[in-house]
């Protein structure tokens, strides 16, 4: 199984970019897809995760900004960030988990697998 993740850079504050986490070796419809991110000397947190019919679920901190969409035939999941602030500056990982739960969406020892991070800064 492989999740590669792309589309991080430089983005002012206020600006939008999009993320995208291509997984191959997996059957991707029976996978929910995580978003997470880590700051520098913080631990990883919860973004949003997405369900192969359209459910998403997303963190207090970026819900209304962020939004999490998949491409099923292209198994493929993005992250569009919109309205972006400074504190959204983060190494940002996709994951996959196939065992979630409604209470276990956001615990990330609870996702299969991993993929390697994109670094998005945003300048103030």
């Known amino acids: 199984v492989q999740l590669q993740a792309s589309g991080g850079g430089l983005v002012q504050a206020g600006g939008s970019l999009r993320l995208s986490c291509a997984a191959s070796?997996?059957?991707?419809?029976?996978?929910?897809m995580g978003w997470f991110r880590q700051a520098p000397g913080k631990e990883r947190e919860f973004v949003g995760v997405?369900?192969?019919?359209?459910?998403?679920y997303y963190a207090d901190s970026v819900k209304g900004r962020f939004t999490i969409s998949r491409d099923n035939g292209k198994n493929t999941v993005y992250l569009q960030m919109n309205s972006v602030k400074p504190e959204d500056t983060a190494v940002y990982y996709c994951?996959?988990?196939?065992?979630?739960?409604?209470?276990?969406?956001?615990?990330?020892?609870?996702?299969?697998?991993w993929g390697q991070g994109t670094l998005v800064t945003v300048s103030s």
């Open positions: 994951a996959a988990g196939s065992r979630l739960i409604s209470s276990s969406l956001s615990v990330g020892s609870m996702y299969d697998y």
């Open positions: 070796g997996l059957t991707f419809r029976t996978y929910a």
């Open positions: 997405g369900r192969w019919n359209g459910f998403t």
